[in-house]
C-alpha cells in the first residue's frame, strides 16, 4: 500500500461531512464540557489542510461559540491490478 498526501487547501466539495468521532470541548464563557458528536452534527463545505470551524451553544450560559478542526487526507493505493470479469 503507497499513500498519496494531499496537499493543503483544496475543498472536498461535499455539502456536509459526517465523522465518527466524538470531540469535547469547554465553553470559552463558563467553563463546561460539551461533547460535539460529529456523527449528528456535521461539518459543513469541509476544507482539507484549513481551518474549519464548528459552532456550538452552551445551554448553561447560552453562549455560542466555535472550535477549529483541520482536515488531514491521505489515501492508500493498492497498485496490484485484476481485470474485471
Ligand atoms: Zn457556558
Redo the contacts with the bound molecule.
Sequence with gaps: MEDVMFKDGFELNVKRLYLPTVIEVK?P??G?SHKEDLERYAISFPWVGEKTSIGCY?N??E?EFLFDVVIRLSLGVDKSTRAVE
Aim: aromatic fraction near 0%; charge should be neutral; include cysteine.
Design positions: 465553553c464563557k463558563c463546561i452552551c448553561d450560559c453562549t
